[in-house]
């Protein structure tokens, strides 16, 4: 079983800031893709970013050029770094471990809400 500790959730106001941050307790956390996805009751699960054992990254296009993915290994943590929200951005937003197509480990989520 993985822990995952996840901080820097909260309530700001839109345009605003956050940062997220993650840190899994897996040994071999360089070797992992790591990612953040969001969710919304009623709505399907969004995954906004990834970034890869190698560096490279991916973001949703609802993200693009807002939000910053990037890890610090030495820390095992990954970050989140959220600009110029909008209230669409409001969801529970979860750190995950990509093993592989088929196998990630999920951390519980921390609250993301962005006042109009």
């Known amino acids: 079983q993985v822990q995952f500790e996840e901080s820097g959730g909260g309530l700001v106001q839109s345009g605003g800031s956050l940062r997220l941050s993650c840190t899994p307790s897996i040994s071999l956390f360089s070797f992992y893709a790591m990612g953040w996805s969001r969710h919304v009751p009623g709505r399907q699960r969004e995954q906004v970013a990834y970034?890869?054992?190698?560096?490279?990254?991916n973001y949703s296009d609802s993200v693009q050029d807002r939000f910053t993915i990037s890890r610090d290994n030495a820390k095992n943590t990954v970050f989140l770094q959220m600009n110029n929200l909008k209230p669409d951005d409001t969801a529970i937003y979860y750190c995950?471990?990509?093993?592989?197509?088929?196998?990630?480990?999920w951390g519980l989520g921390t609250q993301v809400a962005v006042a109009p």
């Open positions: 970034m890869t054992a190698g560096g490279t990254t």
């Open positions: 995950k471990a990509i093993r592989s197509a088929v196998s990630t480990d």
